[in-house]
């Protein structure tokens, strides 16, 4: 169907599919976009909160939190997926934040070699970031993400409304991301979340509305360009390398160790692609307004002692994401021992 007045639509086309981000659709409309005998994958929170809107759907509940996102998580799904007589002919609806996404995409993938699904995304972070783009992977061993598989949902369902029961620390998370994309490419969005900050941060109906619309279509554009990450798409982890490094040593949230990683990020810019000063003071200013920490004051020696163990590291070298102005990145291949001589100098 096509979408409503005050829905807007960005397509994600790829060689296998077409992938439709419907911002400002209402979890009501779902059944128009399905098509034959669906179950949902819903988070268990999700489903507390908005038990009405999924009555009529068989449903599988997914235990919130990263653990749902690992081999005995998928087992209990595939488990009850073959109690329930689910074959290929149902669709798979993933319901929730990245957690629940993450599971569906992948369940729906791999689960009698693929049956179709769409996903009904319910955080900040899962309507700039996690239900866009094709990516459903589970966790192993530690590792993050390191299983999965690369397929596009037929539709994602960003209904802005659920964003209004989500814990504050869980739309910080989101800003992060919002803030990422507006740094690597595009600096209208940087001076729009800066000037608008209030009614951003309030959940002001048509400003979230822009947001979201805009860093689907930075996010879309991307991953049209280079789908499975082998340049380009690399550019979206800007803050992430030394991010990662920070999440796991400090146990800090997604958002938080992303945006110190954007700092540090940063200051590697101005001393290696040229960033002005005046343009990093106001990057730290902006994620500051949005109550995000910018405080570097990590051992170097532990940073780098966990990015060598990044899974995207190669043997001595790592792809870095630095910026060249605000709302303009480069992608730099960077040996750790000269990382490591920059961020010595720095700190
Ligand atoms: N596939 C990708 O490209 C991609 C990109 C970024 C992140 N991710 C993954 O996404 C996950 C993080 O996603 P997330 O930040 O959405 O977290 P999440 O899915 O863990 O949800 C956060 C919390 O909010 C609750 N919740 C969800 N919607 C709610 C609502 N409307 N109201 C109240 N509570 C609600 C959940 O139960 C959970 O407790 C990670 O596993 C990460 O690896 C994937
Ligand atoms: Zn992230």
């Given at each position: 169907?096509s979408?409503?007045g005050?829905?807007?639509?960005?397509?994600?086309k790829?060689?296998?599919?077409?992938?439709?981000i419907?911002?400002g659709?209402?979890?009501?409309n779902?059944?128009?976009?399905?098509?034959g005998?669906?179950?949902l994958?819903?988070?268990?929170n999700?489903?507390?909160?908005y038990k009405?809107?999924?009555?009529?759907y068989?449903?599988?509940?997914?235990e919130?939190g990263?653990?749902?996102?690992?081999?005995?998580g998928?087992k209990?799904?595939y488990?009850?997926l073959l109690?329930k007589?689910?074959?290929r002919?149902?669709?798979?609806?993933?319901?929730g934040?990245?957690?629940?996404?993450?599971?569906a995409g992948f369940v729906?993938?791999t689960y009698?070699?693929?049956?179709r699904f769409g996903?009904?995304s319910t955080?900040?972070l899962?309507?700039?970031?996690a239900s866009?783009?094709?990516?459903?992977g589970?966790n192993?061993?530690g590792y993050?993400?390191?299983?999965?598989?690369?397929?596009?949902?037929e539709?994602?369902?960003?209904?802005?409304?659920f964003l209004k029961?989500l814990p504050?620390?869980?739309l910080?998370n989101?800003f992060?991301?919002?803030?990422k994309?507006?740094?690597?490419?595009d600096?209208?969005l940087?001076?729009?979340?800066?000037?608008?900050?209030?009614?951003i941060?309030?959940?002001?109906?048509?400003?979230?509305?822009r947001?979201?619309?805009?860093?689907?279509e930075?996010k879309?554009?991307i991953?049209?360009r280079d789908?499975?990450?082998?340049f380009?798409?690399?550019?979206?982890?800007?803050?992430?390398?030394?991010g990662?490094?920070?999440?796991?040593?400090?146990?800090i949230?997604?958002?938080?160790?992303v945006?110190?990683g954007?700092?540090a990020?940063?200051r590697i810019?101005?001393?290696?692609?040229?960033?002005?000063?005046?343009d990093?003071?106001?990057?730290?200013?902006?994620l500051?307004?949005?109550?995000?920490?910018?405080?570097?004051?990590?051992g170097?020696?532990?940073?780098?002692?966990?990015i060598?163990?990044d899974?995207?590291k190669?043997?001595?070298?790592?792809?870095?994401?630095l910026?060249e102005?605000?709302?303009?990145s480069?992608?730099?291949k960077?040996?750790?021992?000269?990382?490591?001589?920059v961020?010595?100098?720095?700190?």
């Open positions: 169907m979408p409503t005050n829905v807007s639509e960005v397509l994600i790829t060689k296998a599919s077409t992938s439709r419907l911002i659709e209402s979890i009501e779902l059944g128009n976009y399905v098509s005998r669906a179950i994958l819903v988070d268990k999700v489903q507390k909160l009405d809107f999924f009555k009529n068989d449903r599988i509940l997914i919130p990263e653990n749902s996102k690992s081999l005995d998928l209990n799904i488990g009850q109690e007589g689910v074959d002919s149902w669709f798979i609806i993933g319901v934040g990245g957690v629940a996404t993450d599971i729906a993938s009698m070699r693929g049956l996903f009904v955080t900040l899962g309507q700039v970031d866009i783009g094709g990516k459903n589970i192993f061993e993050k993400n390191i299983i999965g598989v690369f397929r596009q949902p539709f994602v369902i960003c209904d802005t409304e029961t504050g620390k869980e910080v989101g992060s991301e919002i803030i994309y507006s740094l690597i490419a600096s209208e940087f001076d729009y979340l800066d000037s608008s900050y209030e009614s941060l309030a959940l002001e109906p048509s400003s979230t509305h947001v979201i619309k805009r860093c689907v930075i879309a554009d991953v049209m789908e499975k990450e082998s380009e798409r690399r550019k979206l982890n800007f803050g992430h390398t030394i990662h490094a920070i999440e796991k040593l400090s146990g949230s997604h958002g938080m160790a945006s110190i954007m700092v990020a940063l810019s101005r001393a290696v692609s040229g960033l002005k000063k005046e990093e003071e106001r990057a730290v200013s902006l500051r307004k949005y109550g995000l920490p910018t405080d570097f004051s990590y170097i020696d532990e940073i780098m002692g966990a060598r163990k899974k995207k190669e043997v001595d070298s790592i792809y870095f994401v910026l102005e605000l709302g303009k480069v992608i730099r960077m040996k750790f021992r000269d990382l490591k001589k961020l010595d100098d720095l700190c």
